[in-house]
């Protein structure tokens, strides 16, 4: 099933422009050893796409391709395309269309505003923390002020067990 390797080359031509050549075949069955290999190259969103050597190509080859020159930023300019294909820009078109919008970058508050938000959602767990603490002891206490009272009421026989579990 697969094809041609998948291969990409990033150049900068004269003018200064840089230069995204896919290489091969951009199929399904090719893109998958080069996907985090092209994500992590840095291409310019006003690249040049060269098709000249590209073979075969689907839409997930135009996928990678749209989204290695600034698909998911929320770039919609037109690719400008170096060399032939019958169906390179048919297929990012179509990919273009079809991709989600970018989702806008979140709001993040300021430095000092961050660190006080850190420092009252922190203080307030260490306080809910703390009334747990609380409550259990209180709860204890009160049930051996009761017991102390009613000494009747302890299962001794439980109270032993568990003492034996224990290792006491």
Known sequence: ??????????????????????????TVWTVAEIQMKLGATKVAYDAILD????????????????RALGALEGIDEKIPIRGE????????????????AAPPDPIRPPGFIA?????????????SEFLGLLSFIGETAATMARLVRHPSRIRWKSVVAIM???GL
């Open 1 to 26: 099933m697969a094809g041609n390797p998948s291969q990409f080359q990033v150049d900068t031509d004269p003018s200064g422009k840089q230069v995204l050549s896919v290489i091969g075949d951009w």
């Open 51 to 66: 098709v000249s050597r590209l073979e075969k190509i689907d839409t997930s080859g135009a996928y990678l391709i749209d």
């Open 85 to 100: 294909h019958p169906t390179i820009e048919r297929l990012l078109g179509k990919v273009r269309k079809a991709s989600p």
């Open 115 to 127: 660190l006080l938000n850190r420092a009252g959602y922190g203080a307030v767990q260490a306080w």
């Open 164 to 166: 034996e579990d224990a």
